[in-house]
């Protein structure tokens, strides 16, 4: 017989008896829990545990249903399907004293079971309304397999292609990241974290886990407090600001001291300065690491130094199960302090409504109704169709229908490379066509292998060479195999792997002009492909619906509209290359000049630029208008204090068929009291525009789209001159100049 939930009686008994008024969001069921729990039972709020449905880190442990029936654990992750969490789930409620509803968690990085395009792929399309529509279905799917929490948005800004979880994030741009990881949490969160198509988000991996030395994962991170700022911290503080309850601390050090345990990080940013309300979780062992960083004495120590430093949850290390219970009789960690991190957690799960209904998550037939539906797949369709990059073309794209058509490469075969890293609870079987496959429901096609993403056999060259020269047209599909991405993923070299160029090279031998389909998670070095290809399409990993999606841009059903969020470097020794470089004393202008700030053997410009990407159609951009307060001299339009600049261009769609253009708006504070970028971007809008059809982009330039921080660290304008760029890409922009003045 099912025991009543003793919560709920608790719950009665507080609501009774609560005289003082409360602020907001808190919850008289945490008060009277908190009042009656024991200290064990209070560190199992503390803990959360992998189960053994998914492998997603290096240690495991047995029985973790034990574990959940002894109160040693609250929370668990890498668990999913209606049915199990709420197997799990009734052995928290009905077996332990209190019946406190368990947590749980999940990585639902770009899609559930629906899969989107990896996260680097999204940001491409700067389509945050999208983006945020795909993770409300990725929270929907997920919330009705029983999961409460995705451990998402990645908000980690990276300039390192060799890092694999590049592919994770939303590229180079604090702005573009900021934008996108507030959209993601609006999607995860809705309004309301208690309904049940909703689910928490987690801001991770906060701080600066993006920027390791020479792109080895977990490696250490050191920049200065000012570019920390800048340029690495701001999607993080969009997250919370948007709402996000939980907040994930990265594996790395930051100026020498682990995440885990950063009170600059934890305490003085995260809560001092942003009033974050939610809990902060550990990475996976994230806690035990701190000694092999030589932080801590020993896994009982590290527990210590990260609770009191505010990390409220251990993720997987049993640091806090083993010892915290310990570590408060002692009086080295204060009991007031993991009453903090336990109140924040049950304020989380209260919030969720678990404590009114544990089980309203799992709902197979939600599971069932509102997984993998016909929409869901649409919208993935058309985001992996908006996330594609159109790098180059020379007249090759869109093929023609109908012809004969070599489809050549081991990665147009694969239905499982398209889903790429981190694809959740995403099924091989889900998706419906390799690109091959829906290449073939539009045109004749010859497949040949070719070459393997990785591997030096050459054997199936022959056949695919003889396999173009027949064909009308020919697509090559290369890349990276989905594993060589993610967590764990470094490369110490960003060329196309194995022997796949060459194959390229031999195709386009023949003279049949190539289009080039790439599958790949990171920036890459594409200097060969881009001169043996007569078309380059940055595909990414594309998601369930990837292999149509591709076949929709190749063949003009969809116009290709990507820009990249992320610059592609000429070679690895370019790497860092980013759009929001210094101008340095030396800039490179005088082409024989020796002592500039130069290479000898490759441009300073990167191949491709940030905010580059073509389209079928072409755009043509007026002259910049600038409106002010007013005219300091003549052609110079000056802002003022608090008054507002409005810049204003005309874009015309110049082609035959309709497009969509993403305007970029960047900005150059030419003399500040530190120095600036030479180009950041500001702002940027998407427009879809018919064939001849004109549209007039106007953005507001405030002192907030100046400010920085100046250097006594205070965040501001600065009066002076300032260049205002607008164009279809970072490297192709109108020009015009405006001032500053307080
Ligand atoms: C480690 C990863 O760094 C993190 O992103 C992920 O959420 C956790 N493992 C849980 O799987």
Redesign the pocket.
């Known amino acids: 017989m099912k025991k009543a939930l003793p919560f709920l009686l608790l719950l009665a008994a507080a609501a009774c008896s609560s005289p003082a008024p409360k602020p907001a969001k808190s919850y008289p069921i945490v008060d009277s829990l908190l009042k009656v729990m024991t200290l064990e039972e209070k560190v199992g709020q503390t803990v959360l545990l992998t189960s053994d449905w998914t492998v ?2 290096p240690s495991m442990r047995e029985g973790y249903l034990e574990d959940i029936r002894a109160g040693r654990c609250g929370n668990i ?2 668990a999913y399907t209606a049915d199990y969490t709420r197997k799990m789930q009734e052995i928290a409620v009905n077996e332990t004293r209190l019946g406190i509803p368990l947590l749980f968690g999940y ?1 639902v990085i770009h899609g559930f079971r629906t899969i989107f395009p990896i996260n680097l792929g999204m940001s491409c399309s700067w389509d945050v309304a999208a983006i945020e529509e795909a993770s409300r279905i990725a929270a929907s799917e997920a919330a009705a397999a029983g999961l409460h929490w995705t ?1 998402s948005p ?1 908000c980690d800004i990276s300039v390192e292609p060799r890092w694999g979880r590049i592919s994770e994030g939303a590229g180079e741009d604090a702005y573009l990241g900021s934008l996108i990881a507030a959209a993601m949490v609006r999607g995860y969160q809705g309004d309301d974290l208690s309904d049940v198509r909703t689910v928490l988000a987690c801001v ?2 906060y701080a600066a886990y993006g920027a390791p030395q020479a792109g080895r994962d977990y490696n250490t991170v050191d920049m200065s407090e000012r570019w920390f700022r800048e340029f690495y911290l701001p999607p993080y503080m969009a997250a919370v600001d948007a709402g996000a309850l939980s907040v ?1 601390a990265s ?1 790395n050090e930051l100026d020498g001291v682990p995440a885990t345990a950063n009170p600059h990080l934890l305490q003085d940013i995260l809560r001092g300065e942003w009033g974050f309300r939610g809990f902060v979780v550990s ?2 062992t994230g806690i035990n690491e701190m000694v092999m960083h030589g932080y801590a004495e020993d896994v009982e120590d590290a527990g210590r130094l990260a609770m009191n430093a505010g990390l409220d949850m251990d ?1 997987q290390g049993a640091s806090y199960m083993d010892y915290m219970v310990g570590l408060v009789r002692s009086g080295k960690v204060r009991s007031s302090t993991l009453d903090a991190a336990v109140r924040r957690i049950l304020t989380v799960k209260a919030e969720l409504g678990l404590f009114d209904d544990p089980f309203r998550y799992c709902s197979p037939e939600r599971e069932a109704s509102e997984t993998l539906t016909e929409a869901n797949k649409a919208a993935a369709r058309k985001m992996a169709a908006e996330s594609m990059v159109l790098l180059k073309n020379d007249g090759v794209l869109p093929l023609q229908k109908g012809r004969r058509t070599a489809v050549i490469g081991a990665l147009a075969a694969s239905k499982d490379d398209l889903l790429g890293s981190w694809r959740g609870a995403g099924q091989v079987e889900a998706v419906p066509v390799s690109i091959a496959d829906a290449i073939g429901e539009v045109a004749p096609v010859v497949y040949a292998e070719g070459a393997k993403e990785m591997g030096e056999d050459r054997s199936g060259f022959a056949s695919a060479i003889a396999a173009a020269r027949k064909a009308d047209q020919v697509v090559l599909v290369i890349g990276e195999n989905c594993n060589w991405t993610g ?1 764990a993923a470094s490369r110490s070299s960003i060329n196309i792997p194995g022997v796949q160029t060459e194959l390229l090279e031999k195709l386009a031998a023949t003279g049949k002009p190539i289009a080039v389909v790439l599958l790949n998670g990171r920036p890459l070095d594409l200097s060969k492909e881009s001169e043996l290809a007569s078309a380059l399409l940055e595909a990414w990993f594309p998601g369930t619906m990837g292999g149509y999606a591709v076949a929709d841009v190749l063949f003009g059903d969809f116009n290709p509209c990507g820009k990249l969020s992320v610059t592609f470097p000429r070679n690895l020794g370019q790497v860092p290359v980013y759009h929001y470089a210094k101008n340095t004393g030396r800039p490179y202008i005088h082409p024989e000049a020796k002592y500039e700030s130069r290479y000898l053997d490759v441009p300073n410009e990167p191949l491709y630029a940030f905010g580059h990407g073509l389209s079928y159609t072409s755009f043509e951009y007026s002259d910049i208008t600038l409106e002010g307060d007013s005219r300091s001299e003549p052609g110079m339009t000056e802002l003022k204090g608090d008054g507002a600049l409005t810049a204003t261009i005309t874009v015309t769609n110049t082609g035959s068929r309709e497009g969509t253009e993403t305007v970029q708006m960047y900005i150059r504070d030419l003399v500040g009291s530190v120095t600036r970028p030479v180009k950041q971007l500001k702002g940027f809008e998407r427009v879809t525009l018919a064939p001849g059809e004109s549209r007039t982009v106007s953005f507001t330039i405030s002192a907030e789209t100046l400010s920085f921080y100046r250097q006594d660290m205070t965040w501001g304008p600065e009066p002076g001159s300032f260049k205002l760029f607008i164009g279809g890409s970072s490297d192709n922009t109108k020009e015009a100049d405006f001032n500053y003045a307080e």
């Open positions: 997603t880190g992750f890498n990585d451990y990645m991770k991996h994930m594996f990475d996976y993720m967590e």
